[in-house]
């Protein structure tokens, strides 16, 4: 009897160490059966994507000044309205005009020829920046100063090239008038501000036109 009491003693001290090997076994199985999922590989980068985006940027930055300033190459009235724009006595204007040469030498023929060059990125980035700033500053002042900034006779002068200009782009008027007006419209302003180069071709173009027919 005394072996079989000793016995049922050895089993029961050994079932519960059989559940916990049993236990420690299977939470063994499970973190080794736990697989990392796969990672899916990403598209390749574009190491040059940022500076692709920056240039293109800039460039319609370029755009969008240089269509601002058309409307008063393009418009003599509204030119004459505010000539501080043309004005290069004014250090705004002269600062404005010298931002969009540097902008307009350093402008890519296309975004990529930029992008492999970090220097000349940078400084056509630099060039549009200070063009568009060197434009709100000059227009904010032309238009708070109208002809303001300008003597008794100088305002006289101004006016009477506006009223020239509006005859010489007059098609109701004669091609004589219209080119006796350009040509007086010019003399006024002779020494005082200068014409943009696409307003005097449009309205030598129109006046040539006349006399032609």
């Not at 302003?189 to 040539?208: F, H, S, Y």
């Amino acid at each position: 009897m005394g072996l079989v009491f000793r016995l049922l003693e050895l089993l029961l001290l050994l079932v519960p160490l059989a559940g916990v090997g049993y236990a420690t076994w299977r939470g063994i199985a499970a973190v080794r059966g736990q697989r990392p999922a796969a990672v899916e590989p990403g598209p390749a980068t574009d190491p040059t994507a940022a500076q692709r985006r920056a240039v293109t940027r800039a460039v319609e930055e370029h755009d969008r000044t240089d269509t601002r300033w058309l409307d008063y190459e393009l418009d003599v009235g509204k030119l004459l309205e505010y000539p501080l724009m043309t004005d290069m006595r004014d250090p705004r204007t002269e600062r404005f005009h010298r931002a969009k040469l540097r902008a307009d030498f350093h402008r890519p023929a296309d975004v990529e020829d930029l992008v492999a060059d970090r220097a000349a990125m940078q400084e056509y980035l630099d060039a549009v920046g200070e063009y568009a700033t060197a434009f709100d500053i000059a227009e904010a002042e032309a238009i708070r100063r109208r002809h303001g900034g300008y003597s008794a006779e100088e305002q006289q002068r101004l006016g009477r090239a506006q009223r020239l200009l509006r005859v010489a782009a007059d098609e109701a008027a004669t091609p004589q008038e219209r080119e006796r007006a350009y040509r007086l419209a010019r003399r006024e302003l002779d020494g005082l501000l200068v014409l943009p180069p696409r307003a005097r071709a449009v309205l030598e173009r129109n006046i040539a036109g006349e006399l032609g027919d």
